[in-house]
């Protein structure tokens, strides 16, 4: 899966640090003086103990004792000096990338949407940037001051014995190598736990959110015997990622151990022959230990590398998908309801199947049509393509005499309100709910108005917090109350067209039949599509559209149709009624 | 914010701790070595320097080799003590889940009002709260580990030098304080950070997971807008917190160096004087690093220790009465061989059932349903005879899906009382299940898995053809890639909302239920395709099947043997 980054990749990443190269350099340079300064510690020991044994006085020794606590509190303080630069920093291109991730997933097409699930969403846009942030603010400053501090111990412990300091270096070097042999080894066992885990927690996710259908079934103790071998995956695939990763690095600090006995034994050997002092020998051993810490650290901080790198490339190729419909140009639409008009419409989702064949037909400004048909005859299509949420592949639908192509999305689609059957409730207030967070410009009258119109006053009072309400999704509200509720976003977007797709399917007939008479105030003077399985929605539109299998089968004024008994409407009304009838 | 509800985190690790004492048991030993192994190895450095320049002790080839046993042997018995440890870590996640996935799906009463609303946050308590009290078991290890380590290093210093010991640990408990006074800010700025990200990502969902509702209404900018304004909010917060834990991280870091440089200003005089050898310098380097381990440790344990109270008091409310002493107890978890293999669950022949197995009539009494403050279901009755199609009808928010999910003990009931032939049920949840009665609810979930693993899920897979052919699934099958071993399911291939249920209809039907409970099959139907799985159910030669099913579909109320309709929450028919 993972090749090695294109050009393309960093420079997404270079494009955004640019505007901070400043504070990025200010940050450097705080962070070698922070780095250098530990450096002095091992040195000052050194030198205590050496003084000590050559007899100096106390409070020559205790001023040494003092510079050691001196340098290693600044340090610390500069450390933290950086972090706070770094954070901000950090936040402050992670969240530009975010919104321009956020813009441009908004600006994709439906059918591109339907591929990629709003979880999957949240880690493209937020989970991969974190990687990418973090890496650009902490681990590059990490990586570089850890190298410098490296490099500052093997410079300074060379002045003091380049035997010393050549062990050193190759200590460090045996350790590389055996972290990045056993980090290549490991990888594939920790992609196996990542995946083991991923199944147990999606698995679970499932059945939890199934708990019903489970319980009252009684499969409960399938549900049971799956999480139980999904956790003995995980046992198996944990212990065995970790006997190779962390194994690694037991090895790794086994070579460090083994590394700093070898300096002590080679400067204290030189020591006995008088080459070396005691002091030196304390401060070369310490300088061995010291390079082992940030030597973890870079081997941390390389994990997340690898992440970053991943995220910055899904981040570059989120960048670079296209819209399948390019905006148009033309904002001009005239004031007042537009005509619509198909005009040897074809279209299918991709499939090869088509889903509407050359349909054409003409709706006057300000009036309404029905469109029946079976489940799959391409009645929803017809709306879609009016708010032009997919292109055509033949012909041209204009709205005001405008192909929609020509038009911004923006100009377009505000001037038409959709009810569907599946009405989606965002968890937020109930006023963002209504408003769609504050598109739609209507004050809280207007709000609590369009919600008594559609008869949800009596829910709406119920609430505790009333338009501050934070509704939870769809849990709070059946099926049918989120029908409601998109028609009360309707009345409040106040558009020149108005489609309607099932839009009262989970509707009971009475709430139904109420429901219309309010809307009726709605449908007047707007040209509406409306499209019902329950042909008595259908009683008052001007026009009907019988669609099947994708064709156009029939297309007239309703009361001419309703009353010639050859034709399909009249064939269907009749069907109805008598299906009524029995019912009642 | 209000501040989470806790239990105790320590009784429930401990709990989970005494279910295998062993595996808790043994990491404690390996890690109390990794640990301490430094102060041996300390004294050895003493003895080394003291042989230098020059000395007449024991020779410095064998000291040199004595140490490099202790510093690599440190790094041999971490090997097996971190592969032991990630089984332990493992086990520790797999006790609470087990107890609380068990619980959830076969303990008496209701199960859906323990878990949080959306199945997300559902999992996190699996997840996340678990992950949270494995953390205290570990920490708990490396507590008790530096704990042993200070102390035994503390009085070989103090044997060596009170002055230096007093000037190590003096930082130490200067530090432990200080972050005894900065840990409940940092777990204010842990708080408001979560509750940010919380915001953000919730929101991300919630627009694109409504991205249609949003392009209909070209609501992107408004998106935009707010995404911003969260996004900075985050920003603030994660600021706090990230300079919160730096700092934090760095005082406890400092202990070591500063200890040292205290004691070396401290000891002057009597170095000076000779009292104090080198290889004493060289042990106080050595020891003020492996004593000063505790501070970070010890915030780590009071920051884990409180994370998981509010977890261990999450997890307890998945459990019935919210108990978490019930999530942590001994369970058996299968985790070095796996689970033994599954045995289906075969059902009885529908005509052979006599006793309390067989369907008689089924008998509701006042049935009463309170959830969030009003009456969804105030006193409802009914009566359902065998081989009987009773549909329930009524408005919007009437309590239709409320009166079914409180029959079947889904949701509680406040009042009410139901009979199964004439014998009182006390617990509807774990006795009107198969073979007595199945469900097919009104949004049915199906399962990522194969098409008939979802059917069946642990049913023996005999009755299968005869309940695809029911739910008219048969023609369906032919058209998918796979038949019957198509994955399914969200991670599945995209089945239709009329596949969908008639999905869950097979699976409600190959457990031949005496009754079966039908929450308005038609939302997703169309007329022709619901008339013939109900012409199925009831041709002549079927076994008689007693049906109650919500509906407002006229040809199926004149199908009806008895129509109940409710308006709300009380039977007007």
Known sequence: MHGSPSPADSRLLFQYLRPERRPLSALLALLVVAMVLPLAGPLLIGAFVDAALDGESASQLAALGGLFLLTTLTGDALQLVVTWFSVRLAWRVGNRLRLDLCRHALGLDLDWHGDHS???????????????????????????????????????????????????????????????????????YYDEEREVQSHLYGDLEERLGGLEDIRANGAGPWAVHKLHEHSAGWWRTARRAAARGDGGLTLAGGVFAAGSVGVLALSAWQCRQGELSVGSVLALLRFSQMVSDP???????????????????????????????????????????????????????????????????????????????????????????????????????????????????????????????????????????????????????????????????????????????????????????????????????????????????????????????ATDRLLAGRTAIIIAHRLSTLDRVDQILVLDHGRLVEHGQRAVLAEDPESRFHHLLATSRAAQEVGR | MSAPETQSSARFAWRILKADPWTWGISLVMWVTFFSLPLPAGLVLRAILDQLPDGDGAPLGVLLAILLGFEVGRWIVLFP???????????????????????????????????PGSSGEAVSRFRDDARDIAQVLDVWLDLIAAGITTVAGVIVLFLISPVAATAIVA??????????????????????????????????????????????????????????????????????????????????????????????????????????????????????????????????????????????????????????????????????????????????????????ERLTSLRVEGLRVRLDDTDQLDGVDLEVHRGQFVVITGPVGSGKSVLLRALLGLVPRTGGTVWWNDAEVVDPATFLVPPRAAYLPQVPRLFSESLADTVLLGHDPAGLPAALEQARLVEDLTDMPHGLDTTVGPKGVRLSGGQIQRTAAARALVRTPEMLVVDDLSSALDVATESEIWDGLFAPDAAALTVLAVSHRPRVLERADQVIELRDGRRTA
Not at chain 1, 297 to 304: H, P
Not at chain 2, 86 to 94: E, I, K
Not at chain 2, 239 to 245: A, E, I, K, L, Y
Not at chain 2, 319 to 326: A, I, L, T
């Open chain 1, 118 to 188: 709003a979880g999957q969403l949240i880690e493209r846009i937020d989970g991969d940037i974190d990687a990418v942030t973090r890496f650009a603010s902490t681990a590059v400053l990490q990586l570089a001051g850890n190298t410098i501090l490296v490099a500052g111990v093997l410079v300074i412990s060379a002045v003091i014995d380049w035997r010393a300091s050549l062990l050193i270096a190759i200590t460090v070097g045996i350790a590389v190598v055996v972290l990045i042999r056993m980090r290549r080894i490991a990888v594939p």
């Open chain 1, 295 to 517: 030597l973890w650290r870079v081997a941390e901080q390389l994990a997340e590398a690898q992440k970053a790198i991943a995220g910055t490339r899904r981040a570059a190729r989120l960048l670079a998908e296209e819209s399948a419909l390019p905006d148009g140009t033309r904002d001009d639409l005239p004031d007042g309801p537009p005509a619509i008009a198909f005009d040897g419409v074809s279209f299918g989702y991709g499939t090869g199947t088509d889903v509407l064949r050359d349909v054409s037909f003409s709706l006057p400004a300000g009036t309404s049509v029905g469109v029946v048909g079976r489940t799959g005859s391409g009645k929803t299509t017809i709306g879609r393509l009016v708010a032009r949420l997919w292109d055509t592949e033949a012909g041209t639908v204009s709205v005001g005499g405008v192909d929609v192509r020509e038009l911004t999305l923006r100009a377009l689609r505000s001037r038409i309100g959709i009810v569907t059957q599946e009405v989606e409730v965002f968890r937020a207030t109930v006023r963002d709910n209504l408003t769609v967070f504050g598109t739609l410009d209507a004050d809280d009258d207007a709000v609590t108005g369009a919600l008594d119109t559609v008869g949800l006053g009596d829910w709406f009072g119920s609430l505790e917090h009333g338009l501050d309400q934070h509704l939870e999704g769809d849990t709070e509200l059946s099926a049918g109350e989120g029908q409601l509720l998109a028609f009360a976003r309707l009345l409040l977007a106040d558009p020149g067209v108005v489609i309607l797709d099932e839009a009262s399917s989970r509707l009971d007939p009475d709430t139904e039949t109420r429901l219309i008479a």
């Open chain 2, 81 to 115: 003590a971190i592969v032991q440890w990630h089984g332990a870590w493992v086990f520790w996640h797999t006790v609470p889940r087990v107890n609380a996935l068990r619980s959830l799906v076969s303990d008496p009463g209701p199960a859906t009002d323990r878990l």
């Open chain 2, 171 to 356: 930082p130490i408990l200067l530090v432990l304080g200080i972050g005894h006074l900065l840990a409940a800010r940092l777990r204010e700025w842990r708080w408001a950070e979560r509750e940010a990200t919380a915001g953000v990502t919730g929101f991300i969902g919630d627009a694109f997971g409504a991205i249609a509702t949003v392009k209909v209404a070209a609501a992107e900018p408004a998106i935009l807008d707010r995404f911003a304004r969260l996004g900075s909010t985050r920003a603030d917060a994660a600021r706090s917190d990230q300079v919160g834990t730096q700092l934090a991280q760095t005082l406890g870091g400092i202990t070591a160096n500063a200890g040292l440089g205290l004691a070396l200003v401290l000891i002057a005089p009597a170095m000076s004087r000779g009292d104090l050898s080198t290889g004493d310098i060289g042990l106080f380097t050595t020891y003020a690093t492996a004593v000063a381990s505790l501070p970070r440790v010890t915030a780590r344990w009071s920051t884990f220790q409180r994370q998981g109270d509010v977890s261990a008091a999450r997890l307890g409310r998945l459990m019935p009465d919210h108990d978490p002493d019930q999530a942590s107890g001994a369970v058996p978890t299968f985790l070095r061989d796996g689970p033994p293999p599954f045995t289906t669950v075969t059902p009885s022949v529908p005509a052979t059932r006599a006793g309390v």
